[in-house]
C-alpha cells in the first residue's frame, strides 16, 4: 500500500535543502522575484492602456445638456442660401459657449433626403468635419470653405473636396409661435442619415459608423 506521506513536499525552504533557505521561510527567492517582475510589467502595461481605454470609451458616458435657442422669427430665413446666426449652445462661460449656425428654411427643391422630411429649417455647423476648424459660407461659390486645410463642402453641406471625412453636422430646428429655434447638435453620413454628435475626423460612412459607437446618454428626438 503505497505511503500517503511519499508525495508530500514541505512548503518551507529549508525543509526542502534549497541552498541559503532560512527557518520559516515558504517562498524561494527566484519565485518572488519573478512574481515581482511579473507584477511590475502588470503595472506598466496599465500605465499605458487604461489611459488610452478611458479617452476612447469616455465619451459615450459623457453626458450634453440640451437647449433650445431662439435664432430668429419665422420668415426671416430664405429657402435657397443661408443666413449666419449666433446662438449659445453652453450658457454660462462666456463667448465660448456661443457659435455661428447657418439657416436657411426648408426647400422641398433641394431637400429630397427623407432624413429631411419635416424639418421646419435647415441648420449647418461651422465646424469644419476635418479638425474642426470654423468654414464660412461662400454665397458666389454655393459653397461651405474651410480656410484651414481647403475642406469644401455643397449647398446641403456634404464635403466635395478637401481631407474632411464626412458632410457637416446639423443641428434639429423647430418653431414656437413665431420663433425659429434650434436644439442639439447631431453628426450626419454622406447619405445625411443623422447620427448622434460625432467628433471631428471621426468618419460615419462603412465600417467607420461602428468604430466610433453612438453616445447612450445622448437624447434621441
Not at 62 to 78: D, L, R
Not at 116 to 133: K, V
Not at 150 to 159: K, S
Not at 164 to 185: C, S
Amino acid at each position: 500500500m503505497p505511503d500517503k506521506h511519499a508525495s508530500y513536499r514541505s512548503r518551507y525552504t529549508a525543509d526542502r535543502l534549497i541552498p541559503g533557505a532560512f527557518d520559516g521561510e515558504t517562498i524561494t527567492r527566484r519565485r518572488f522575484m519573478t512574481g515581482s517582475a511579473h507584477t511590475a510589467g502588470a503595472i506598466a502595461a496599465g500605465a499605458f492602456t487604461l489611459p488610452a481605454l478611458a479617452f476612447a470609451v469616455g465619451p459615450i458616458f459623457k453626458s450634453t445638456p440640451h437647449s433650445w435657442v431662439t435664432v430668429g422669427k419665422v420668415g426671416s430665413f430664405p429657402n435657397n442660401n443661408y443666413v449666419p446666426v449666433i446662438a449659445t449652445l453652453t450658457p454660462g462661460i462666456g463667448e465660448a459657449g456661443k457659435t455661428t449656425v447657418y439657416m436657411r428654411a426648408f426647400n422641398p427643391a433641394l431637400d429630397t433626403d427623407p432624413y429631411d422630411r419635416g424639418t421646419p429649417y435647415i441648420a449647418i455647423s461651422t465646424r469644419c468635419a476635418h479638425l474642426g476648424c470654423p468654414v464660412r459660407w461662400v454665397d458666389a461659390a454655393q459653397r461651405f470653405i474651410c480656410p484651414c486645410h481647403g475642406g469644401v463642402y455643397d449647398l446641403l453641406g456634404r464635403r466635395v473636396g478637401g481631407p474632411p471625412v464626412r458632410p457637416l453636422d446639423r443641428f434639429y430646428t423647430r418653431v414656437v409661435g413665431e420663433d425659429v429655434q434650434v436644439g442639439p447638435r447631431f453628426s450626419v453620413n454622406s447619405e445625411l442619415r443623422r447620427f448622434s454628435p460625432r467628433d471631428p475626423a471621426e468618419p460615419l460612412d462603412g465600417i467607420g459608423q461602428y468604430l466610433y459607437p453612438s453616445r447612450p446618454t445622448e437624447r434621441k428626438l
